[in-house]
């Protein structure tokens, strides 16, 4: 099974940039992809950005487009989301975790595993 775990969270000041890794390991060969979801206090857990092994296709929310960009490493061991132009509402906890089926938009796709990382944007 895979494990992950997530760092780079932090304090910025809106129009800021963060970005969040996320360090795998485990049977990714089983996996379609990666991804990042996000929770805020009080709301349901979203999707952020997605990417698929096999293509290197990436998939972003649409509040994440202009904004955010995910890139990987070539050994399926990490994941980077970088975020720009920060704004207060992207305030959340997020987490990445492996996708067992081919939506990579779909929460149920997923098991998360990891503790996720606090991202806190200030206005």
């Known amino acids: 099974q895979e494990q992950v775990v997530e760092s780079g969270g932090g304090l910025v000041q809106a129009g800021g940039s963060l970005r969040l890794s996320c360090e795998v390991s485990?049977?990714?060969?089983?996996?379609?992809?990666m991804g990042w979801f996000r929770q805020a206090p009080g709301k349901e857990r979203e999707f952020v950005a997605a990417?698929?092994?096999?293509?290197?296709?990436?998939y972003l929310a649409d509040f994440a487009l202009g904004r955010f960009t995910l890139s990987r490493d070539n050994a399926r061991t990490a994941v980077y989301l970088q975020m720009n132009s920060l704004k207060p509402e992207d305030t959340a906890v997020y987490y990445c975790?492996?996708?067992?089926?081919?939506?990579?938009?779909?929460?149920?796709?997923?098991?998360?595993r990891g503790r996720g990382t606090q991202v806190t944007v200030s206005s």
């Open positions: 975790a492996a996708s067992s089926a081919w939506d990579l938009r779909a929460r149920a796709s997923y098991d998360f």
């Open positions: 990417i698929r092994w096999s293509t290197n296709d990436t």
């Open positions: 485990g049977r990714t060969f089983r996996t379609y992809g």
